[in-house]
Every structure is written in structure tokens, then in C-alpha cells.
């Protein structure tokens, strides 16, 4: 249980970290 939630929380903030990069620099 805790490694899934680890897992799915790790793509959700890698994304949130990719977009919110993305768009402090652009």
C-alpha cells in the first residue's frame, strides 16, 4: 500500500515539479 502510493505520488510530483519549471523560467 505504502509503495503504491510512493510510487503514484512520485509521477504526480515529478510532473507538478516538470510544469512548474517549465514555466518559472519561460
Avoid: D, P, S, W
Amino acid at each position: 500500500m505504502a509503495r503504491r502510493f510512493t510510487e503514484k505520488q512520485g509521477q504526480y510530483l515529478a510532473f507538478i515539479y516538470n510544469y512548474t519549471v517549465l514555466h518559472g523560467q519561460a
